[in-house]
């Protein structure tokens, strides 16, 4: 219980408490809620992590949460303040284990909730038109399994994007997100993006418009693709499919690129709110898991840049985010 280190990808704060009553560990979420653990380890718990019933009194040792029950704690930080955390205890070789997050921080549940709702309909659609196929094959038309076939593929494709937020999450959460950079050209990028976005939306009329000065990027080409496409497909989704454009242009140390529309505008209350977790808007034709823009935000500044956005009421959005067009003599030591 003494090493807490493969607990690190966990959003919960985790602290280990050894059979004898000693604080044994605490992951790096718990380092994050409390501060510095250093003079606490070894320490009695009870000691080492002070904590008051949620009206500020103490609690004594022996009305510590039982194991397997979820009771919210006053835990002081380490700068003397306290936080308010919903504590839960596991019995786990001979000592404790607690688990703690902030009273109301219920995003990791929300996730999962909202994931799961998203998930259950493609992959009903995939049941039952694969079973229909199984059980009906000699008796389908040719161009009615071609039908059901193609269904069945877009809606792999769609848990295929589910299953990637909700890993895009977890490491953009824990800091564990790994990029893989090469050279990129934004122009070529930019066309296949608007290519795939054309094939779902036939009637998309986008513009790719790159300027001649703009150089090739040092990012992780996948990456960089989800947040385009994204955008494209938030253009196609709640703008019009006529009028887009996405243009690429270079603004002092960054590559600028841009996707705008010609739709109704993001209502001014909105806009704030468009990269917070869950947001949908009731406009259009809203599906997803309205995780996308804050997902797509976090890649973003992983490498460096940033992603805003703008809009008039009744004269479209226009998402844009840079890129630093020093990031590969950065990354390898050059001037």
């Known amino acids: 219980m003494s090493d807490l280190a493969g607990w690190d990808v966990l959003p919960d704060a985790v602290l280990a408490v050894a059979p004898d009553g000693t604080l044994a560990a605490g992951n790096a979420a718990a ?34 949460p039982a194991p397997g029950n979820e009771v919210e704690l006053l835990m002081a930080r380490a700068d003397g303040s306290d936080v308010a955390v919903t504590v839960t205890a596991r019995a786990v070789g001979g000592g ?21 709702h998203e998930l ?24 009615k399994k071609r039908e059901m076939l193609s269904q069945v593929h877009d809606d792999a494709d769609r848990v295929t994007r589910l299953v990637t937020e909700l890993l895009d999450i977890s490491r953009l959460e824990t800091g564990r997100l790994v990029l893989r950079r090469q050279l990129v050209d934004v122009a070529a990028l930019a066309t296949t993006v608007v290519d795939k976005v054309r094939m779902a939306h036939p009637g998309l009329d986008c513009e790719v418009r790159v300027a001649d000065d703009v150089p090739q990027v040092y990012a992780d080409p996948d990456k960089l693709e989800q947040v385009l496409t994204n955008l494209v497909e938030n253009a196609a989704k709640y703008g019009s499919l006529e009028g887009m454009a996405v243009a690429a242009d270079v603004d002092g140390p960054h590559v600028r690129v841009s996707v705008s529309d010609t739709g109704e505008g993001i209502p001014a209350d909105d806009l704030p709110r468009v990269f917070t977790k869950f947001f949908r ?8 898991t309205g995780l996308g823009l804050w997902i797509s935000r976090g890649l973003v500044e992983a490498h460096g840049g940033e992603l805003t956005a703008t809009s008039e009421p009744g004269e479209g959005a226009t998402f844009t985010f840079t ?13």
């Open 120 to 143: 259950r309909s493609p992959l009903t659609s995939v049941k039952g038109y694969v079973s229909l196929l199984l059980n009906r094959w000699d008796r389908i038309e040719d161009d």
């Open 96 to 116: 404790t284990v607690l688990a703690a997050r902030p009273v109301g921080d219920r995003s990791g549940i929300a996730i999962v909730s909202t994931v799961s």
């Open 281 to 288: 808007r009731d406009h259009g034709r809203p599906t997803g």
């Open 323 to 335: 890129l630093p067009t020093d990031a590969f003599e950065r990354a390898h030591g050059e001037a």
């Open 31 to 64: 380092t994050e809620l409390l501060g510095s653990l250093d003079d606490r380890i070894g320490r009695p718990a009870t000691e080492a992590l002070v904590v008051r019933d949620p009206v500020g009194d103490p609690i004594e040792a022996g009305a510590w």
